[in-house]
């Protein structure tokens, strides 16, 4: 089955500064890789998804990108802000064969400093 | 626009207790799925349903039972808690088709003593 490792497990960066946070998957007939962000005591919310199809994808200061050769993804949030604090969760998922499930990465604790 | 809700938010079990954490939504989603997050261990999957009278087994699905009788209210059953299954849990509804964004609940924060 699927297996998504992710890194650092916790990050932190100073107001302004850009974080990244990487991934990487095990199954090649994975198509889609969301990420979503969990603050305190909430359940996660989607913040960015990318499907294979996609290299790259923008949405104001937050990016992702994807590399389907050596199965890797990556969340880039540039300028961070206080309120960038949270934790979050890189995802995985094959659809169109019979395990169209989420597979999730532990986490990365990111803190950003005023 | 309720979304997925979860009930309780809280709740504490003694040891051999039974109980069931409600999930319901309201976007006329097919596909349900329960995860537990422990600490450091991410988001594991427990069951999952891709439709009403549908469920199947995820990664952790050992003591835990889920029942699918309509599209709108997917149960999770603790059949005999045990302190291993204190942990915070998820309900998560998605659209089939192409928009494959999960939507989770507030999660239930469960301790077994």
């Known amino acids: 089955g699927e297996n998504v490792e992710q890194h650092p497990s916790t990050l932190s960066v100073q107001e302004g500064d850009s974080a990244v946070i990487k991934c990487t998957y095990s199954d090649s007939a994975s198509n889609y890789f969301p990420w979503y962000k969990q603050e305190l005591g909430k359940g996660p919310q989607l913040i960015i998804d990318i499907r294979s199809n996609v290299g790259e994808k923008k949405d104001q200061r937050i990016a992702v990108t994807l590399n389907k050769t050596a199965k890797h993804f990556s969340l880039h949030i540039t300028e961070t802000q206080p309120e960038d604090s949270a934790v979050y969760f890189c995802a995985a998922r094959n659809y169109g064969g019979s395990q169209g499930n989420l597979i999730f990465g532990k986490g990365t604790k990111l803190s950003v400093k005023p | 626009n309720a979304g997925v809700t979860q009930t309780p938010k809280f709740q504490v079990l003694k040891t051999g207790q039974s109980m069931t954490l409600q999930c319901a939504q309201d976007?006329?989603?097919?596909?349900m799925s329960w995860y537990r997050q422990d600490p450091g261990m991410g988001l594991r999957l427990i069951h999952y349903?891709?439709?009403?009278?549908?469920?199947d087994q995820g990664e952790v699905p050992n003591g835990y039972n889920v029942s699918r009788s309509t599209t709108e209210d997917f149960p999770l059953r603790l059949l005999s808690a045990a302190p291993s299954q204190t942990s915070v849990y998820f309900c998560?509804?998605?659209?089939?088709?192409?928009?494959?964004?999960?939507?989770f609940g507030q999660g239930t924060r469960l301790t077994v003593v």
């Open positions: 998560a509804s998605t659209p089939q088709g192409g928009n494959t964004e999960a939507f």
């Open positions: 976007m006329n989603h097919e596909y």
């Open positions: 349903s891709v439709g009403a009278g549908i469920t």
